[in-house]
């Protein structure tokens, strides 16, 4: 069957758990534990299952087999860890997270029977890109389906003297037309 991951429960004690869907509309826990797991990924090949859990004291990245998650757990952040994401293109496997600075940290997943990875990577710094609101929050970056490009909210300074501007434009698809004609 299809099923989609959710988080439930209250902001101290959140479980990752998956919802079946279809007719079926049932519920079922993945990792429930006395302290607060969240925003759980599934890896492309649908063997791992990343996610937050704040078990240590805080929040680290961490994963385990999938669908069978009592058959191993590994930690995959060692300074904090938030907002997992899996690669989703190519053929190397790759895990993205959030450290507690807000730099993105980059993690290589060995190909093999079981889990193993490489040294983690600093992609992006600190303060460059917004990171949320803390444990709590979703994540708040996404990968292009190519894996060529990220997709993050630029945190950037206003100028006090300007006002901020949005641009809006109508009709968008005659302006494309007009800059860049059928052949």
Request: cysteine-free; proline content about 5%.
């Amino acid at each position: 069957g299809t099923w989609m991951n959710l988080r439930e429960g209250e902001p101290q004690d959140f479980d990752e758990s998956r919802l079946a869907l279809g007719s079926e509309q049932r519920s079922e826990p993945l990792v429930h534990t006395p302290f607060s797991e969240q925003n759980g990924e599934v890896s492309p090949d649908g063997r791992w299952l990343a996610y937050q859990s704040n078990d240590s004291g805080r929040a680290e990245i961490w994963v385990r087999q999938f669908a069978d998650v009592n058959g191993g757990r590994w930690q995959v952040s060692s300074g904090g860890g938030f907002q997992p994401l899996w690669s989703r293109a190519g053929k190397d496997v790759e895990l993205f997270y959030r450290d507690l600075s807000g730099a993105l940290i980059r993690v290589a997943v060995e190909r093999g029977p079981g889990w193993a990875t490489g040294t983690p990577t600093e992609l992006f710094g600190a303060g460059q890109y917004f990171f949320g609101a803390g444990e709590a929050f979703g994540r708040t970056y996404d990968i292009s389906p190519d894996g060529r490009r990220f997709l993050m909210i630029k945190d950037v300074a206003l100028d006090q003297s300007s006002a901020p501007t949005i641009l809006v434009v109508q009709n968008w698809t005659e302006e494309l037309k007009r800059l860049v004609p059928a052949r």
